[in-house]
């Protein structure tokens, strides 16, 4: 199932995308079903629905908190020179502020000058939860979504952490839905810049995979249903600039595309 949140009007409601074409991908036929509230805990359809050009997907999540993971792929570290291997998941926090949707504009801010992009498979909280053991982890995940874990790498190297490098507004793209029928394993993460591709890499070579990832952050602080933790960038990760299209696509989830502009 499909999950998405879309603007009708001027209001805003979840909905579950119907009659996707034989890649999975929405197309002619495509329609929402709006949902009666939230899609946490039971998925209540309202009755409505629309044709998917109709509407605007925004973020399919509004999150209490984004917790992302770095450091959990090798290669990535190395291209970063970010030191070490991690023994243990290292956490970070993104606001959820920096929280934007399909289609919106990763704004650069005027206190850096190096941003880029970091393709991320994103994990999405279905209920509350802490403590949670890694052979548990299924049941607190709603589903997956596709992340772009925006940094601005000179304050990122100049700060010595991370707040202000990950945290401008527009810096957590996710979308273009939630798919809660899906395996992590072996799936490719790439993104592409103006069709050209820059990441290439695989959920394989996760450093900490998602389980461990979950149990390490739930014993850290209670996830809210809709939280969102991010899971590490492969290599690839190179500078955007002001006119660039970014797209981060996943295999068996979808593509998120964001326009990039100067901060007004
Ligand atoms: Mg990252």
Known sequence: MRICRVAVGDELFFGVLEGLDAQGEPG?????????????????????????????????????????????????????????????????LKPSTAVVGPGDPIE?????????????????????????????VAEVILGYTCANDVTARDLQTRDGQWARAKGFDSFCPLGPWIETDFAWEDRAIRCTVNDELRQDGTTNDMLFDVATVVE?????????PGDVILTGSPSGTKPIKAGDSVTVRIDGIGSLTNPVVDRA
Not at 41 to 61: K, S, T, Y
Not at 72 to 83: A, F, K, S
């Open 28 to 92: 002619e036929g495509t329609v929402i079903a709006l949902l009666e509230g939230h899609p946490f805990g039971e998925i209540v359809p309202d009755g409505r629905l629309v044709r998917f050009e109709d509407v605007r997907l925004v973020a399919p999540v509004l999150p209490s908190k984004v917790v992302a993971i770095g450091k959990n792929y090798l290669d990535h570290i190395r291209e970063v020179g970010l030191g070490e291997a991690p023994p243990e998941p290292l956490m970070f």
């Open 108 to 136: 650069l801010p005027w206190q850096s000058e190096h941003v880029e992009h970091e393709a991320e498979l994103a994990i999405v909280i279905g209920r509350v939860c802490r403590e949670v053991p890694r052979e548990r």
């Open 216 to 224: 390490a952050v739930s014993a850290v602080m209670t996830l809210l």
